[in-house]
């Protein structure tokens, strides 16, 4: 019986070392999460500005909207040509 006890008193402090040293190296990654976010953080500043230039490229279709008043008075120009089908008739 004596044999016995001493065989489970050995494994037992050797299951409790280990999970000792595996929380030492959790602590030493936290500290690495709280920096990654400070990097992350600091390039969403800089695309925030790029936002605002965006809104410049809204004003160009505004000036794509101007060429088409200018075709506008292509088409009065078309019932020109209705009078020249009157000359095709006087051709009778």
């Known amino acids: ?3 016995a006890e001493t065989g489970t ?3 037992a402090p050797a299951k409790k070392a280990a999970p000792a040293k595996k ?3 959790a602590k030493k990654e936290a500290p690495a999460k709280k920096e990654a976010p400070a990097k992350k953080a600091a390039p969403a500043k800089k695309e925030a500005p790029a936002k605002k230039e965006a ?3 809204k004003a160009a279709p505004a000036k794509k909207a101007a060429p088409a008043k200018k075709e506008a ?5 078309a019932p020109a040509k209705k009078p020249a089908a009157k000359k095709a008739t006087t051709k009778k």
């Open 73 to 77: 008075p292509a088409k009065k120009e």
């Open 55 to 57: 809104p410049a490229k």
């Open 1 to 3: 019986m004596a044999k």
């Open 23 to 25: 929380a030492a190296p």
């Open 9 to 11: 008193k050995k494994a």
